[in-house]
């Protein structure tokens, strides 16, 4: 089986450019998780969705940030414009619909912008 | 609310030697504990979890004991290895906090040959 599949793996943008970052989530999940890890504030959850749905964003910094789910197996994760201070590893994450259940982390995607 | 609190990092230890980490936690409910690890360059994974008081996790050699009358998940390994060399998260999921995991800081962890 397939784990999470985040792309790109790494991204390096200038300030000022949309960024766009993509996930698909493990097959049959029913939580989908964006986190930020940075070495100042260590991992962030900046919103999640439970069927598609968004339950809870109130992780996101700012009205710059914003996620979208269009279906089960995909989701995007958009920066516009982007900031030097935007510069993170952003994780997905995967799970059931269960609170004892694991989650399941992508790769990641390093993002830099300059 | 809920939090997770693990002792600061780094932590240096020499092949073979015992390992602790330290990790407390507040919840509401009754929440679902676990320890994820995250090697270089890797997202996280989950090394092990318990779901009740009194239950112990234990995978590769890690084991850590769920202990409500104390709110504590400490890890602990009877001998590492320089591959253990990571950052190790302490975690809870409560379902009165809606599914969401809360992570701890996370605590490196070097090991030396």
């Known amino acids: 089986d397939a784990g999470v599949i985040q792309s790109p793996r790494h991204e390096v943008t200038e300030m000022g450019q949309e960024v766009t970052l993509r996930c698909k989530p493990i097959s049959g999940h029913d939580y989908l998780f964006w986190y930020r890890q940075t070495m100042m504030r260590g991992l962030e959850l900046l919103i999640y969705f439970n069927n598609n749905v968004p339950i809870d964003d109130s992780g996101m910094p700012e009205d710059r940030f914003s996620a979208k789910m269009p279906n089960a197996s995909f989701s995007t994760l958009k920066i516009q414009p982007s900031e030097p201070r935007d510069s993170a590893v952003y994780f997905c994450?995967?799970?059931?619909?269960?609170?004892?259940?694991?989650?399941?982390f992508g790769p990641g995607t390093r993002l830099t912008v300059l | 609310g809920n939090s997770v609190t693990q002792m600061e990092g780094p932590v240096t230890l020499s092949e073979e030697a015992f390992l602790t980490i330290n990790c407390t936690y507040t919840?509401?409910?009754?929440?679902?504990l676990f320890w994820y690890v995250q090697y270089p360059g890797e997202g996280l994974q989950l090394l092990l979890k318990?779901?009740?008081?009194?239950d112990k996790g234990s995978n590769k050699g890690f084991e850590a004991t769920y202990r409500k009358e104390t709110t504590s998940f400490h890890l602990e390994k009877g001998s590492v290895q320089v591959s253990d060399s990571a950052v190790y998260f302490c975690?809870?999921?409560?379902?009165?906090?809606?599914?969401?995991?809360?992570f701890g800081a996370g605590t490196r962890l070097f090991v030396k040959a």
């Open positions: 994450a995967s799970s059931t619909e269960r609170s004892t259940d694991t989650q399941y």
């Open positions: 975690a809870l999921s409560d379902p009165t906090g809606g599914f969401k995991t809360i």
């Open positions: 919840a509401t409910g009754y929440p679902s």
């Open positions: 318990a779901t009740k008081a009194d």
